[in-house]
Each structure stands twice: as C-alpha cells, then as structure tokens.
C-alpha cells in the first residue's frame, strides 16, 4: 500500500491543472489501482489567526487568556494549551464553526469569569493525527512556503487542498512505494517532465571488505552535523499520516526523504565505518569491531544529530532469498521495502536531502562515498514477439515511445529491439514482462477478443447425462406429491391380453418362466402401476399418486424406456374450506405432468386408432383420453383409467399416463429478449364442426405467423346444435413496440381470416 499526498508531487512534477479523479481513474488503468481517496475536508470557519498576547487566566492556573487576530479582528480567546505562546500562526474555530471530530459548535462562552469568542483548536479536534500535546501550530509548509495570511480558511491552505490517494501496489511494484516511484508512472502517463536532482557521483569509496564485486549492493554515505534540528509542520503530518512520526527529528527527516525517493537512509554515529560481508551473505556495517547494523535487514539504532548518514540498496530477490533460507533478525517495515524493491538511485536521496535540508536552516550536506556494484539488465526481442503475444497490432515506433517513457533505454534496428530496463525495474526480466508494460499504456481495452483454440477432447458422458436428466424428472414427480415404485420385468400374459396390451410373438417368449404370474416380458408399465394402486387401497389408502421409470419390450423384443404416472383417488385430503377433499381431475393431472416432463399438446384419439389398439379403450377411458403429443410428434397417452376396470379391479377412480422415454430429453436453455410492453387479450367465440379440435385450431393460428400474435388459450366449449361446437378463445397479443387499438384488431380480423379460410370457422 502507498500513501500518496498529491502536493508531493510537485518535488518531481508540474502538477498544475491535473484532475484528481482523472488522475485516479488513469493510474487504476496501468495498475496502480487508487483504493481510496482522502480529502482532508477540514471544517469550514476554521482560520489561520495569531497569537498577539497571553497572559494568565485570573481565576484558574492551567488556563490563558490570548489577543487572537484573526486578520479583521482581535478576538479575546480562552485556551487551556500548555504550547500556546505569543507570535504564534494557530487554527482559530471562530463562532459558528462545527468540529465533526469532537461534535462540538463554537459559540461564546464565559470561562472561569473570562469570555472567550473561539478556540484555538488541536490537530485532533481538526481531525487531523496528533503531533503534540497542545494546539496546532502552523508554518508557512503547509502553505506551499508562501507566507500565511491572516483570516485564510485552513482548508484552502495548500498543504490541506491536497488529497491523500491510497494506490494498492502488486508485489511487484515496490519501485511505486515512494512518490518519486509514482511520479514516474505520471510522467509517463501525461508526457509530463520529470524534475529529479543531479546525482554527482564522489570519488572516494567507502571502506569494504567483500568477498568479490557485489552486482546486488549500491552504498553513499555523507556527514550530517546540527546543532538543532526542528521539522515543518508539513513533514510531520505528512508521517503522522502514514503513522510513522517517531520522536528524533533526525529520523523523521530521513523518514520523510525515503518517502520521497524510496531510497533507504539511516543514520550512525558519526565514526569510522566498515562494510563486511559475512559467511552467510549479509552485508553488515562495523565501527570498532562492534556491529551496527544488517544492511536491509536491521537498520542502526537513533542517534544524535552529528551522525554519519547511509543511503543504501540490496537487490530484493537476493534480499528475499537470504531472509528466507537464513531466518536473520529483522525489522519488519524495513524488510517489507527491501525485500520489493527499495529506490536503486542512491545518490538520489541524500541529493534531495540535500536540497530540503535549507528550508530547514540546517547545514549543507556533504556526499562523501559512494559505491555500486549493480549493471544494467539489457533484453532483445523482435517487434512480433510482443505483438504475438498481446494479440495486436502495433507499430516499432509506439513500443519504443512507450518503453522510454518509462525511463528504458531502446535501440531499434528495423523490428529488433535491444532494450536496457532501468536499474529500478527490478520486476523486468523477460519478454513477456517487456509486453505487459506496453499493455498498460496501450489499455486492455484494446486488444481484440478472440476464441481460444481448444485441442482437449470433449469429456462429455452421454450416458451420464442422460441419468442426471433423469434424475431431475423423478426429483419433480417426487416434489408434487408421487411416489416411485420399481416392478419386475416380468408379467402375467393374460392381464396384458385383458388391458388389451400387446404381447411377445410366441417365438422370443419366455419358455422357462419363474411362474405363471410373470410368464412374459412386459409390454406397458401401467398393469403394474394399477395393481399398486389396488393394492394400496386394500391397505385402506384414499389417495395414491405414482410414477415408474423402466424398460418394456415390443411384440419384437426389442427393448426401449418408458414413463408411467397414476394419481387415483384424492388429490389432497380433507381440509378447510373442502371438508371431503380434493379429488383428482384431467386438468390437475395434466398439469402436474406436464411440471414433470415440460409443456406439450393434446390431440384427440380416433376411433379408428382405438380399435388398432384395444388398450387405448379398455385401460384409457374412451371418452377422457388422448395423445400426448411433443415436438408434432405423439409420443404416450393421458388420460382417465375406464370406469369398467375401476369396477372390475376395485380401483380408485384417477388418471393415468405413459410416454415413451426416449422422446423426453434435456433441452438448452435459450436466453431471448421480452417485452417490457404490457400484454393485450381478445377474445373470440367461434362457431366450428364438432369434429375439429382445439388443438388443430392452435395449430393453424400459429403457423400462420400473424404479427404480435404470441398464444392462443382456450376459454370454454359448449354445443351449439348437433353439428357444430361454440368455443372460446383467448389471443395473447404482445409487440417490442406499443400497438395502437387499430392494430390490434388487425391482428384479430387476421386470425378470423386464417380460421374462416382453413376451418371454415365463423364468429358467433
């Protein structure tokens, strides 16, 4: 996580003029995700004022009692802080004012006897973090170093103009964790230049004793010396922020520095130093033989103001490797830098302490060593290399704009690139990581979407996915209220001779049977399902609803599957408001079945297919029966059981259904758009031969296609005479678009045009 003021970025960048919420939508864009933005949002009638006079308050000795101006007027102010003094630049709440920090509205108040009209307010109760005991004093810092005006609002201060950008950082970029690291990816970004001091490079070295050329350590070392040292009021907030203020001003200043620049600087007493590397690899400083510090690993303990101080890098892989491998003792925050990736650039932080160091009447710092073992990575790589790799076109000259945007150094012949990474891209080692930087800027927005190319073959199990299909249906049947019930193969050839059922040619019958009730194969699974049933009511029983899923055979032996539902006698047993139940009807049965198996049609059974096949009228109600049919296709019967085997078998009165397995099978889901329009109804009453159905009457308005005509739903049938039928209809008519009433009965004269033509229909 980086916390970012953006008044900081002006040490690197000219900032003037950027939006804020651009700037977080632009830097959460190539990768440097903006979490959270912190206004400061201080509170309103909050000014900088000065402190004239104080004196001791009569009444009360922790008390004081200030000449405040507020810059157009002198106010009398009443404060309990032991800091106050005279000449002070203070935050001044004057009347009217709300504090959300403490919920406290400034009003005048008589204190001990002594009126007050303000209060001088502490940076707690400005919600800011605390710094000190007492009241916030302020300086020209957080003003940008313009001098302070009397009477400004504190908010409109520069420091307080700004916003706190909390950036979460991938672990591969600790070269972000500072706000030089950060305003590299902005300059970059923007086109913006990047303002960064002059490094120059001294010619002595510090004294070393390692046991070859280290390509992972970079060392600077200067003298320090002050006799006193007293931070701006900007610094400290700024690490007040980040919870880092520690109690020695020299340590927050070198804190502050490293936030800056992201290099790491500590102070030592100012005494002959020596860099050993030991056994294990780690590089530790020495003064008289006693060890200071594990460099990245253990920084030296505080120290005085004369101090001799150490900018320091050590590559975070080989940082990493030796904190895992040997477990050293170690400072957790700064491993946690170390081990990402600290500020490559040495020299470049004790340059930019150089430069704060007069805005704090503090000496001049002297760079005194330096040494550096670390050398350039360089990689190559063809221009078609990275654009295989993204997918997209691009051109040698993008690549290599972006790229030295970023501070890499390229060469390009032709579509060859040699490109030497920046020693503070610790994170580039390969192609593919030269091609994720130019994503960032080119947006992955940009790259084409294409089908992946699949060589895996298919692990589709049909067989699988036909008993999961199954296993749904049975899941439904048991949901509304059937029971399943399993019978033998097997059945007694007389009863499927009574029910009019087929049997097995004598040739492929069994000629060794168990006995002689199950002396055949079967050819239906309703026999079984109606000897259940009678068996059931035996136990005494009044509602029985079962289904069976198995195998019958044909005349042929040939075996297939087959579904069978009955539902006898009643639907639900007594209860309020109907005290005798509820009994079965076609409808509810219908219904239910068609929860089960999905949605199909009815069509009427001809006499001339009741005779083909005698079952159809001696297990199915002749008058209550008909196909079911899915898909044009005719695939099990419905209907009541008759009313003479009801009598004959002692069976409940109920319905019964069969389908053929096989015509039943999972179909995908379809996603299609709807009307958002409300639905408009007609409906018609036509006069039709009594031998036409309505199911033929479906059919023929909806291949007709007519405009917006969505359904047709049957109302009621009644005879009109001897020949002819009246039935009701409803047309459920539904457009994307709204329809006016003319259209509407465009759609209705459409149909009757399609019914009078086809079925010689008439409206009655």
């Known amino acids: 996580m980086m916390l970012l003021h953006t008044a900081h970025l002006a040490y690197f960048l000219d900032t003037a003029g950027l939006s804020i919420p651009t700037l977080c939508a632009d830097l959460s864009r190539i990768g440097l995700e903006v979490e959270e933005q912190h206004p400061f949002n201080l509170p309103e009638k909050v000014v900088v004022a000065k402190v004239l006079s104080k004196e001791k308050h009569p009444n009360a000795e922790k008390l004081s009692v200030c000449q405040v101006d507020d810059g157009t007027e002198v106010l009398q102010i009443v404060c309990g802080a032991k800091n106050v003094e005279a000449g002070q630049f203070v935050a001044l709440a004057l009347e009217g004012a709300h504090l959300p920090a403490c919920d406290l509205t400034i009003k005048p108040s008589t204190l001990r006897g002594v009126e007050s009209f303000g209060m001088l307010c502490s940076a707690l109760e400005l919600g800011l973090p605390k710094l000190e005991e007492g009241i916030l004093v302020l300086d020209e810092s957080i003003n940008a170093d313009k001098p302070l005006k009397l009477g400004t609002p504190l908010r409109e201060l520069a420091f307080f103009a700004g916003t706190l950008l909390d950036i979460g950082l991938t672990p591969n970029r600790g070269d972000c964790a500072s706000v030089l690291g950060v305003a590299r990816e902005i300059s970059a970004l923007y086109g913006l230049p990047l303002k960064t001091p002059s490094t120059p490079?001294?010619?002595?070295?510090?004294?070393?004793?390692?046991?070859?050329?280290?390509?992972?350590?970079?060392?600077?070392?200067?003298?320090?010396?002050?006799?006193?040292?007293?931070?701006?009021?900007?610094?400290?907030?700024?690490?007040?922020?980040?919870?880092?203020?520690?109690?020695?001003?020299?340590?927050?200043?070198?804190?502050?520095?490293?936030?800056?620049?992201?290099?790491?600087?500590?102070?030592?007493?100012?005494?002959?130093?020596?860099?050993?590397?030991?056994?294990?690899?780690?590089?530790?400083?020495?003064?008289?033989?006693?060890?200071?510090?594990?460099?990245?690993?253990?920084?030296?303990?505080?120290?005085?103001?004369?101090?001799?101080?150490?900018?320091?890098?050590?590559?975070?892989?080989?940082?990493?490797?030796?904190?895992?491998?040997?477990?050293?003792?170690?400072?957790?925050?700064?491993?946690?830098?170390?081990?990402?990736?600290?500020?490559?650039?040495?020299?470049?932080?004790?340059?930019?302490?150089?430069?704060?160091?007069?805005?704090?009447?503090?000496?001049?710092?002297?760079?005194?060593?330096?040494?550096?073992?670390?050398?350039?990575?360089?990689?190559?790589?063809?221009?078609?290399?990275?654009?295989?790799?993204?997918?997209?076109?691009?051109?040698?000259?993008?690549?290599?704009?972006?790229?030295?945007?970023?501070?890499?150094?390229?060469?390009?012949?032709?579509?060859?690139?040699?490109?030497?990474?920046?020693?503070?891209?610790?994170?580039?080692?390969?192609?593919?990581?030269?091609?994720?930087?130019?994503?960032?800027?080119?947006?992955?927005?940009?790259?084409?979407?294409?089908?992946?190319?699949?060589?895996?073959?298919?692990?589709?199990?049909?067989?699988?996915?036909?008993?999961?299909?199954?296993?749904?249906?049975?899941?439904?049947?048991?949901?509304?209220g059937f029971k399943e019930v399993v019978h033998y193969l097997f059945a007694k050839k007389e009863h499927l001779e009574q029910l009019g059922y087929p049997t097995l040619k004598d040739p492929l019958d069994l000629q060794n049977p168990i006995n002689s009730d199950l002396n055949t194969l079967r050819t239906s699974l309703i026999p079984g399902l109606l000897q259940a049933v009678a068996h059931n009511k035996n136990l005494g029983f009044k509602s029985v609803a079962l289904f069976e899923l198995g195998s019958v055979y044909n005349?042929?032996?040939?075996?297939?599957?087959?579904?069978?539902?009955?539902?006898?006698?009643?639907?639900?047993?007594?209860?309020?408001?109907?005290?005798?139940?509820?009994?079965?009807?076609?409808?509810?049965?219908?219904?239910?079945?068609?929860?089960?198996?999905?949605?199909?049609?009815?069509?009427?059974?001809?006499?001339?297919?009741?005779?083909?096949?005698?079952?159809?009228?001696?297990?199915?109600?002749?008058?209550?029966?008909?196909?079911?049919?899915?898909?044009?296709?005719?695939?099990?019967?419905?209907?009541?059981?008759?009313?003479?085997?009801?009598?004959?078998?002692?069976?409940?009165?109920?319905?019964?259904?069969?389908?053929?397995?096989?015509?039943?099978?999972?179909?995908?889901?379809?996603?299609k758009g709807f009307s958002k329009l409300p639905t408009s109804f007609r409906d018609l009453t036509l006069i039709l031969d009594k031998d036409c159905h309505f199911s033929t009457l479906q059919e023929v308005l909806m291949q007709a296609n007519i405009p917006h005509l969505q359904e047709v739903i049957a109302l009621d049938l009644y005879a009109e005479n001897a020949n002819q039928n009246a039935l009701s209809v409803r047309l459920k008519i539904q457009s994307n678009t709204a329809l006016t009433d003319h259209e509407l009965q465009e759609v209705v004269q459409q149909a009757l045009g399609v019914l009078e033509t086809r079925l010689e229909a008439k409206l009655k």
């Open 201 to 480: 490079v001294p010619n002595k070295k510090p004294p070393l004793e390692l046991k070859q050329s280290q390509e992972h350590l970079a060392l600077a070392y200067a003298h320090f010396s002050a006799p006193s040292l007293h931070l701006p009021l900007e610094m400290r907030l700024s690490l007040a922020s980040q919870n880092t203020l520690s109690p020695s001003p020299l340590d927050n200043l070198l804190a502050y520095v490293t936030h800056l620049s992201g290099v790491i600087l500590h102070a030592y007493p100012d005494t002959p130093l020596e860099i050993k590397e030991d056994k294990l690899g780690f590089v530790k400083a020495y003064s008289q033989g006693v060890e200071l510090s594990n460099i990245a690993f253990n920084p030296p303990k505080s120290t005085g103001l004369n101090a001799l101080l150490e900018a320091s890098f050590l590559d975070p892989t080989y940082t990493a490797t030796r904190l895992s491998t040997h477990a050293p003792e170690h400072t957790p925050a700064l491993t946690q830098r170390t081990t990402r990736g600290s500020e490559v650039q040495v020299l470049l932080g004790l340059r930019l302490l150089q430069e704060v160091l007069p805005t704090l009447n503090a000496p001049a710092l002297e760079i005194e060593s330096f040494y550096s073992g670390l050398g350039a990575r360089c990689i190559e790589f063809h221009l078609t290399d990275i654009t295989n790799l993204l997918g997209l076109e691009l051109g040698a000259d993008q690549v290599k704009d972006i790229l030295e945007s970023l501070g890499f150094s390229v060469q390009v012949q032709g579509e060859h690139f040699s490109v030497q990474v920046p020693l503070f891209r610790h994170d580039i080692a390969q192609i593919a990581d030269i091609a994720e930087e130019v994503l960032r800027f080119v947006g992955i927005e940009n790259i084409p979407s294409v089908l992946l190319e699949l060589n895996e073959q298919t692990s589709h199990n049909p067989h699988y996915t036909r008993y999961c299909f199954e296993h749904t249906l049975a899941t439904k049947a048991l949901s509304l």
């Open 555 to 671: 005349a042929d032996r040939l075996e297939s599957q087959q579904w069978a539902f009955v539902a006898s006698g009643l639907k639900s047993p007594p209860h309020y408001p109907h005290p005798k139940g509820v009994v079965w009807d076609f409808y509810s049965f219908a219904t239910a079945l068609s929860q089960i198996v999905g949605s199909f049609n009815l069509q009427a059974i001809s006499p001339t297919e009741q005779e083909a096949q005698p079952y159809l009228s001696t297990t199915y109600h002749p008058y209550a029966s008909a196909w079911l049919i899915v898909g044009g296709q005719k695939v099990g019967v419905i209907g009541a059981i008759n009313p003479i085997l009801v009598q004959e078998r002692d069976l409940l009165e109920g319905f019964i259904a069969e389908i053929q397995g096989n015509a039943l099978s999972p179909k995908p889901y379809k996603a």
